[in-house]
């Protein structure tokens, strides 16, 4: 069976007894489809027809070991757009036994962060609005130990964000906005930590003065606060 057909076939199994569907021609099927106004799923289906599964994305590493941007391919026409956003294949480095899929939306002004992990990867995407991500190496075992950078990311240009482990992680919201951020473990209030978004060690070149915070990021410590033995678990 045709991915088309197929497609039709298991929307019409969801509004039609089974008994009905199995003597009904695919023609009128489509007909009670439109009907139901659940044709449309085949407008993503017919996006996706085309689609190049080996470059669906390109990733890109950058200067903080580890991190990866990825530039997500859209296929798009006069009904819409379609995309993938994650693939595991993407990040081998990981099991992605446990996945947790967040959705986080800021207004304007505001910065959450810096947080970070030991067991948790984060794999962020925009899909409302801008933001500017701000990044520092906490693993003091790394070749790229304190180095920090921004990076903006945009909805209308669609870009995926991997942070590994020990990589300290935040974002300033230069527009409203909205985050899907995919982590590897389910939540562990022992896993959350975090230093002050402007910290002199870190410097994260934010370029913003006074952003809205939150009352545990405006209390989070200085990263010379953070005991050594503490920081050597980072890697």
């Not at 069976?1 to 199994?13: D, G, L, P, T, W």
């Not at 669609?158 to 473990?185: E, K, N, R, S, W």
Request: hydrophobic content about 40%; some cysteine.
């Amino acid at each position: 069976m045709q991915r088309k057909e197929r497609s039709i076939q298991q929307c019409f199994n969801l509004i039609v007894p089974y008994n009905i569907t199995v003597i009904l021609p695919l023609r009128l099927k489509r007909k009670l489809l439109f009907l139901k106004g659940v044709l449309c799923h085949l407008n993503l289906v017919k996006l996706a027809e085309n689609c190049d599964e080996e470059t669906m994305a390109t990733l890109q590493p950058i200067d903080i070991e580890g991190v990866i941007t990825v530039d997500l391919r859209v296929f798009g026409d006069e009904r819409g757009q379609f995309m993938e956003t994650f693939r595991r294949e993407w990040f081998p480095q990981r099991s992605w036994e446990h996945i947790q899929t967040n959705r986080s939306e800021s207004k304007a002004g505001v910065l959450r962060g810096l947080h970070f992990h030991r067991y948790q990867v984060d794999y962020w995407h925009v899909t409302k609005g801008s933001i500017r991500a701000g990044l520092v190496d906490l693993r003091p075992n790394s070749p790229t130990y304190l180095k920090s950078k921004t990076i903006d990311l945009h909805a209308e240009q669609p870009t995926g964000l991997y942070i590994p482990c020990g990589v300290a992680h935040g974002f300033y919201a230069l527009t409203d906005c909205m985050l899907i951020y995919i982590v590897d473990q389910y939540y562990n209030a022992d896993d959350e930590n975090g230093i002050i978004w402007n910290d002199p060690q870190a410097a994260v070149p934010w370029g913003i003065d006074n952003p809205i915070l939150s009352a545990r990021d405006a209390n989070n410590p200085l990263l010379a606060d953070l005991p050594a033995d503490f920081l050597a678990t980072l890697g």
